[in-house]
């Protein structure tokens, strides 16, 4: 199998200058990496090179000097790095979305620090299985424990993990949905918030939310279950009179369903 002229391009600059220091000129590197593709391809031993390829003495010399010189080594690197340079680019794109506030990993949280956290659950979770089953997590904790740490942590893994992830505040989001829908754009906002398979809503109950924020927020979770996985951080109960949840008890009913996971 002969490269065609796209991997000729590629491996053009890779590989050394035709002018051999004694002698005349080599022959194209290209045909001399088809010879070499077909040997290994085929089995076939060197003498017995096809006629078409040149002469085997050469080839096989050209060879050796690539191993030696470490032409070989210096190419197969490059072209690895081109293969992962989309992946970094697409890792670089997930990261950007996510608006994750900190590079926290789980390796910054001091387990030992805070009471009543489960470490074992925590470790569970960074797993990544609950987005499997499309569940949702619950942090709930007084303020300045690590619910922020610990969530924003599970959301770097997700984004590590090839997911879409996005990280938002509940009073962001109340706002967001609040100015999308005076400019007519309240369908776009909640399909946006629908998309990512990750959604992370930072500091619920931290503020009060206005009725069309806590109404937004709970459709969010309604629409997101059960397709995508929530975690949702606050420092009080989800029944807590911050969420002005008595005039949503169908949407709190839907979180209770969807919560699987609790750390208090």
Known sequence: ??????????TEPLLPDRTPKQGGRWRDHHETIDAIAFT??????????????????????????WAV???????????????????????????????LPEPWTLGNFDFTAPPGVDEKLIRDLATLRFLDDASNVLLVAPPGVGKTMLSVALGRAAVDAGHRVYFTTATELAAKYHKAALEGRWKTCMRFFS????????????????????????????????????????????DGPSYRLRGHQHQADVLRKGVNARVS
């Open 1 to 10: 199998m002969s490269l065609n002229e796209t991997q000729r391009a590629r």
């Open 40 to 65: 290994f391809q085929t089995a076939t031993q060197w003498v017995h090179l096809p006629m078409k390829y040149g002469n085997w003495q050469g080839l096989y010399n050209r060879l050796r000097i």
């Open 69 to 99: 010189d470490g032409t070989w080594e210096r190419a197969c690197t490059a072209l690895i790095a081109k293969v992962d340079a989309p992946e970094d680019r697409r890792l670089a794109s997930r990261e950007q979305f996510a608006c």
């Open 195 to 238: 998309g990512p398979r990750l959604l992370i809503t930072d500091e619920l109950g931290y503020l009060p939310l206005p009725d069309d924020g806590a109404s937004a927020l709970f459709q969010v979770i309604n629409h997101r279950h059960p397709k995508s996985s929530t975690i949702l951080t606050t420092n009080v109960g989800i």
